[in-house]
């Protein structure tokens, strides 16, 4: 069943109580244990290997290998096993947000994965790396994986539905840093109070302005979700941390 939440901007003083506020929402629909449907696996999967297929194409341009030096210059933190990158070998490892670092602008760099256009511009694929390091970190399973990145693109596409950011002059991974969030929430099972903590954490470390996307100002377009998706694994780490 679907649920239509009214969203507004709420001033300060209007004291608004989390359990109304879009984080909570979007916390309570990340911690819900539903089942994934056999049809959506089947597209989740699709879409794991468009993602590898577009970044194995942009693994020898200067973003992409510059971003994979950035992440293996970092060793693995040493609460897991760390997560693969692409264009190395399987057991050359980083931290879980440098493997979403590196893989994301690999993925992102040629704009040739999944788009999702209404009332804002998406590429819920941008989802996929970050969830996937923190899966490979942590040695979670393909069904937990598959949740995680269910909930990235039903978070995702919902918030791009119904919020316009470019007509505001913010750029569109605003709404991929919530996402993420929530997705790897899924994916580690973690309680409706965390994950709303780091969504509201990924959402405010991921607003930027649409003019890095315009003339030459600067290289960020093919970075900015590859930060998002960073930002996300972090913002997870801080709130599961208390």
């Known amino acids: 069943m679907t649920i239509t939440h009214h969203v507004r901007v709420h001033r300060s003083d209007e004291n608004l109580a989390r359990e109304g506020q879009l ?130 693109y039903e978070i995702q596409m919902y918030l791009v539905r119904a919020i316009s950011l470019h007509k505001h002059k913010i750029d569109h991974v605003a709404h991929l840093g919530p996402s993420a969030a929530a997705g790897i929430g899924t994916l580690l099972g973690l309680d409706v109070e965390t994950i709303y903590q780091a969504v509201g954490q990924a959402l405010h470390t991921t607003t930027a302005t649409r003019q890095s996307r315009k003339g030459e100002i600067s290289t960020w377009k093919a970075h900015a979700p590859a930060f998002a998706g960073k930002m996300a694994v972090e913002a997870v780490d801080r709130a599961m941390r208390g």
């Open 23 to 152: 984080a909570w929402h979007i916390a309570e629909v990340a911690a819900d244990p539903i089942a994934v449907e056999s049809e959506v696996v089947d597209m989740i999967i699709n879409r794991v290997i468009d993602n590898a297929s577009v970044a194995a194409a942009s693994l020898t341009r200067r973003p992409v290998s510059a971003a994979r030096q950035q992440a293996l210059d970092h060793a693995v933190s040493v609460s897991g096993a760390g997560a693969t990158v692409f264009g190395c070998a399987n057991e050359r490892r980083t931290s879980p947000e440098w493997a979403a670092w590196a893989n994301g602008v690999a993925v992102r760099e040629l704009d040739y994965h999944d788009t999702f256009l209404a009332a804002e511009y998406s590429h819920p694929g941008d989802n996929i790396p970050p969830i996937l390091a923190v899966a490979q970190h942590v040695g979670a399973d393909g069904a937990a994986l598959v949740r995680g990145i269910a909930t990235g």
